[in-house]
Every structure is written in C-alpha cells, then in structure tokens.
C-alpha cells in the first residue's frame, strides 16, 4: 500500500457517488418518459488489502481500499411485466370486440325511432288503416310508401353492416402490419444487445425500448416472454434476448415462436370467400417459418377480436362472427318475410308486393308494378266485396308463426330475439372490457410503484451522494493535507 492511497480511495469514492448523482439526473430527466424504468446504482466494495497470498504481509485484518460502481440496473419486477401482458392481452381483446358491437348498435339504431322495428311497426299500423278502410285509396297509398320505407331500412342496414365489415378488414391487414412491424423492431434490438451485452455493458435503454415494443404487441395477441443469455459469462442483470412465444387463451405456449435467436416470424392473414353467403372470411392465420395455423377462436388479443367480429371460417367451413351473423339472420328473416308476406297478398290475383327475385336484406325492395300503381294492393277477399280480409291477413302476418332460418317464429319475435341477443352480447362486451381496464390498471399502477421514476425519492437521493460526495472530497482534502504535512514538514533537520 503506497502513501497516496489515501488519495486513491478518496478518488474512487468521488468518482462512484458521483455516477450515482448521473444516474439520479437521468432518471429525473426521463420522470414522464413513457416506457423509462429507473435504475439504480450498485456500490461494491473495492478488494481488501492485504488480498490472500502465500507472501502477504504480516499485519492485523485486512484493511478496505474504497468503494466502486458495480453495476447500474433497472428497478424491474418481470412477474408483473408476465401480469401486465396477460391483462393487456385480454383488456385488448374486450375493448376491441365492444367497439365493434358499438357500431353495430349504431347501425341497427334500436335506440332511436330510425331502426328497423320502427319500420316494421309503420308497415303494420299502415296496413291496419287500409283493413279499417278498405276502399280509400290513401290509405294503399301510405302501405306502399311504408313498404317501400321498410324495405330501405332493410337495405341500408345490410350495407351499413358490410361497410364496417369492411373496415374491419382494413384493421385486420392493418393490425397485421403493425404487428409485424413490432416483430422487426424487437429483432433489431435483440441484434443490438447481442453486440452489447459480451463487452460487459448493461444496455438499460435498449432493454426498456424493447419492453415497450413487448407490451405494445401483447395487446394484440396473447405472448410469453423468456430470455436467452447472449454468452457464457452473462451477468445477472444482463437481459439477453428475449424470446416471444405465441400463446393461448388459457397463458400457455403454442411452440410457435414470433421472436427467436437470429430472426423473426411474420404473421399473415389468409381469407376465404364463401359463394353461399356472399362475403369472405379470416380462413387462417399463419407464422411464416412454421407449418402450424394459430387458433382462430382464442378470446385474447385486439386481432383475435378483429377476427371474430369480422367473421372467420371454421374446421367444417362455416362461417362465424358476430357481423356475419346478424347479416344472415336478416337475411333470412328478409327471405322468409318477402316469401310468407307474397303468399297471403297473391292468394287473390297472383300480385307479388315484395319482388320475390331480390329478397335479401342487402336486396328486398317493393315490386316494381305496385309502386307504379298503388291500387294493385291486394286488399280484399276474392269474393269482390270490400272487406280489407287480407290487408287484415296481412297484419296479422307479423306474429303468425313461420319458419325463419331454422326457427318456427313470428317475424315480430325473430327480430325481437336479434336485438336482444345484440344487447346481451354488447353489455357482456363492456362489462368485460371495464373489468380488464381495471385489473390492468391494477397491475399496471403495481409496475409504476416499482418501476416508475418519484420525484420525491430522487431528490432525496440526490442530497443522500451529494453529501457523500462532498464527504469524499473532504476526505481528499484530509489526506493532501497529511502528505502535505509530510512532504514539505519533515525532515528539515540539519539543513
């Protein structure tokens, strides 16, 4: 041990508080930088001296030769990141899937007096005058205005529905995109750590920019998160890559990796058209570098929610989805109501009111000879007299029991059991995407607690190693003082 080693561990000391007081700045600087975790610097103590040797010199103990930065980290709990990315994925599946049903409430505007019930509702009470008074020609006048009224709502919400069908085809391909788009920034940061990491550096900002990039994709689809050392001798803090596993709905690993060692798989969508029902539909979701198809009915992620609004293909070739069904249950209903409707009306003279040949709900529209003349309205029996029997056979019509799809109903209840179920499918949709905000903003405000940058303890801090830096110094200036004592003092005896 030298005489200025004294010196020598004042100046270590000054130099460690003194990147403790930089990286103290530094998480002030980044206190409302989205994705910054705080980070923290760990003292070590410097080796002993005298160090165990077999020539070490002979005195008491050891004695302790300062201090010096071992490492700086971020403050960061991975269980919770596991948490938050579970949540996330689910909060991104509800809030998703409620959007969409909010459109599709919009749409049907059961709300307001502009839906289709109320439609109906005008149709009927149109038809009940003209039985009332079967010889005013007003009266058929207004049941044909109201048919024509109907069979418009009809129409415009068939295409309504197919236009946000539309866009939400548009999101898909959009969110696909992004997604892979998040695959290739995470890949890129995995390269940078890999030439980082092996020099003995803690790459924190790279870490924490990856971090972000995960949490952002485990809105979209459902993941897990493990970590590869880059080499052998690793440390502890040191991340490594991060390897990202497709999951399913129940956390566990599908074996198709997204992220992995060296590369990064993109998703693609595939969609097939159905012939039958008009429309195409999600047929499959694949990895590239990987013969297996992601599962289509998972209930995580914002793109499982995509899908199954949008509509999707099953393993026997149906289609599911929330707008795919309510477009074949109107038309079916439409199918059904033109045919039965025509049955009664041409019982007297053949005269269809509905044209028979475009009953789809996208399609339904008034025969063409009643618009012209209102006066073809069948309004009486064959027997010539005025009695409004089938304009009341017609209102009636409305709760007669028919088949509709594959269900033995009334039109009135077939349309009322539609909203209904749009209704309950809607509430359990926000009430899901409320309680996933919650828990996640639960789990999430338990990250912040941890990770999160407070002023207030900062500031505390950075008085804690300014006073030890201000100690160090002083301790420097207690040493230069000895040697000076000692240099230009002593030994002035016989000069």
Not at 110 to 129: A, I, N, V
Not at 316 to 338: T, Y
Not at 475 to 487: A, F, H, N, V
Request: no cysteine; net charge negative; glycine share 8%.
């Amino acid at each position: 041990m030298s005489t200025f080693h004294g010196l020598e561990m004042a100046k270590q000391a000054l130099f460690a508080q003194q990147s403790a007081l930089y990286t103290t700045g530094n998480n002030i600087s980044n206190a409302n930088t989205k994705g910054y975790s705080r980070q923290r610097v760990n003292f070590e103590t410097q080796s002993p001296y005298p160090t165990a040797s077999r020539n070490r010199p002979e005195i008491p103990g050891q004695m302790g030769t300062g201090v010096k930065v071992g490492s700086i980290e971020r403050v960061r709990d991975e269980f919770l990141d596991v948490q938050f990315r579970g949540e996330n994925s689910k909060k991104g599946y509800w809030e998703t899937k409620s959007k969409a049903l909010a459109r599709m409430e919009n749409i049907m505007n059961e709300t307001t007096d502009r839906g289709l019930s109320k439609s109906m509702s005008l149709f009927w009470d149109s038809l009940q005058d003209l039985a009332t008074n079967p010889t005013n020609s007003g009266a058929r006048s207004v049941v044909v205005e109201r048919g024509v009224a109907l069979a418009d709502t009809f129409n415009h919400i068939s295409k309504s529905l197919e236009n946000v069908r539309s866009d939400l085809k548009a999101e898909i391909d959009n969110k696909v995109d992004h997604t892979n788009s998040l695959l290739k920034q995470i890949h890129n940061i995995n390269e940078q750590i890999k030439q980082i990491e092996p020099h003995g550096y803690v790459p924190n900002d790279l870490y924490d920019d990856r971090d972000r990039l995960i949490d952002e994709l485990s809105d979209i689809v459902n993941i897990n998160v493990e970590y590869e050392k880059t080499s052998e001798n690793s440390s502890g803090i040191q991340d490594g890559i991060a390897i990202i596993e497709l999951a399913g709905e129940d956390g566990k690993g599908l074996g198709i990796n997204l992220v992995e060692e060296g590369q990064y798989n993109k998703l693609n969508v595939g969609y097939e058209g159905d012939e039958t029902k008009g429309y195409n539909a999600v047929s499959k979701i694949t990895i590239e570098n990987s013969s297996e198809n992601i599962t289509l009915t998972s209930k995580s992620g914002s793109l499982s929610a995509l899908i199954h609004s949008y509509g999707f293909t099953t393993e026997d070739g149906k289609v599911q989805g929330e707008f795919p069904q309510m477009l074949d249950d109107l038309d079916d209903m439409a199918k059904s109501f033109v045919k039965e409707f025509n049955n009664i009306h041409k019982q007297v003279n053949g005269q269809n009111f509905f044209d028979e040949e475009n009953s789809t709900a996208a399609t339904i529209k008034v025969d063409g000879e009643i618009i012209k003349d209102p006066e073809k309205v069948v309004v009486n029996s064959e027997d010539g007299e005025e009695d409004g029997k089938i304009a009341n056979q017609l209102a009636d019509f409305f709760d007669k029991p028919i088949k509709i799809g594959d269900k033995n109903t009334s039109v009135n209840k077939f349309y009322q059991s539609l909203v209904g179920e749009m209704g309950v499918n809607i509430q359990e949709s926000n009430k899901m995407a409320d309680n996933t905000n919650i828990l996640l903003s639960q789990v999430d405000n338990q990250r912040q607690s941890v990770s999160s940058v407070s002023l207030d303890e900062e500031m505390s801090n950075m008085i804690k190693f300014q006073h030890a830096y201000n100690a160090a110094a002083r301790s420097m200036t207690s040493i230069d003082e000895m040697l000076d004592r000692i240099i230009n003092s002593m030994g002035l005896v016989g000069r």
